[in-house]
């Protein structure tokens, strides 16, 4: 069946996760909840940056990009969201579902990119802290963070136009919470085999090849921290990389479970996206500022606070 003329569907009906109609208003006011918490949380983080000369540094400036990213993507997610909860209003237009799904895998894809050039950056400070200045300047930190906002828009222009150039004739029921790739692949009118192969090997690939590099970061990153004397600097090392790689974890984990399925119709896969679009947004601040003593430093000066200096 050819793509084009046939693609008959105009707007789709998100079925959202499947919960009691007595629920609708908690799962509302939770979700409403977290979505705040999110943002506000998300935008204290790069507003403290942006003023606290002390946190203008590659490590934050990288931060910075995370913390937009993650509101980004739980505004392009949790707001439809929301209604269909609440309003019971579950449509979504055709091309509302396409920037939809544009947005999500480009932001998440960016952020893939991003874990990674996160874990280079600490290898590169632990590893080798006499070349660190000399390498990571400010004119390479906005190299490296515009490659992952160009490879992320490169990937999900390639997902997106190839899931649909594919006809949509009926049914258009999207069972699932948003417009993303295995929801859509179950209502194409047409064989999507080559589709999952490629979301496969594509996101499979990229994910990957992104977790190994950071593996890989790690792993020459415990080997130093092990060599340092100092029992406060191999804790505050120990620190900051537990926090990345707490992050890393949460997200990646459950990517991999959707992504390397993409044929999949179980009904677990909506809980499990709830984590990487919903969770992990929320978590990011949380653990970057709870285990990061200068973030927590940084949050009291900018809320008028005296540090407390220790004896």
């Not at 991003?114 to 290898?123: G, H, I, K, P, Q």
């Not at 802290?129 to 004119?139: F, K, Q």
């Not at 990487?276 to 947004?281: F, G, H, L, Q």
Request: glycine share 6%.
């Amino acid at each position: 069946m050819q793509s084009g003329n046939q693609t008959s569907v105009l707007h789709f009906i998100l079925v959202g996760l499947h919960h009691p109609p007595q629920l609708g208003l908690p799962l509302f006011l939770a979700f409403l909840v977290i979505y705040l918490l999110t943002v506000s949380g998300n935008g204290l983080i790069i507003l403290t940056v942006l003023v606290d000369v002390r946190l203008h540094r590659p490590m934050y400036w990288f931060l910075c990009h995370l913390s937009f990213l993650d509101m980004t993507i739980s505004s392009a997610i949790v707001p439809k969201m929301l209604a269909g909860f609440l309003l019971d209003n579950r449509a979504i237009s055709f091309g509302g579902c396409v920037i939809q799904l544009f947005s999500f895998h480009f932001l998440g894809c960016t952020e893939c990119f991003l874990y990674t050039l996160m874990a280079y950056d600490r290898f590169l400070a632990i590893c080798k802290p006499l070349h660190y200045a000399t390498i990571m300047t400010r004119s390479v930190c906005n190299y490296l963070a515009f490659g992952t906002w160009l490879g992320g828009t490169i990937h999900s222009l390639f997902q997106t136009s190839f899931i649909f150039r594919l006809p949509f004739c009926g049914p258009n029921r999207v069972d699932y919470f948003f417009c993303d790739i295995p929801a859509m692949l179950r209502l194409a009118c047409a064989d999507t085999t080559i589709n999952e192969l490629v979301t496969f090997v594509d996101i499979g690939f990229l994910a990957l090849t992104c977790f190994m590099l950071i593996l890989t970061s790690y792993g020459y990153i415990v080997a130093a921290i092990l060599r340092i004397r100092s029992a406060d600097g191999r804790r505050n090392a120990f620190s900051t990389c537990a926090a990345h790689l707490t992050v890393v974890i949460v997200y990646y984990v459950p990517c991999t479970f959707i992504y390397l399925r993409p044929g999949s119709q179980e009904p677990l896969d909506g809980v499990v996206a709830v984590f990487y679009t919903v969770i992990t947004p929320l978590l990011n601040p949380i653990i970057y500022t709870l285990r990061n003593k200068e973030m927590k430093a940084a949050l009291r000066r900018l809320g008028g606070l005296k540090e407390v200096q220790p004896h």
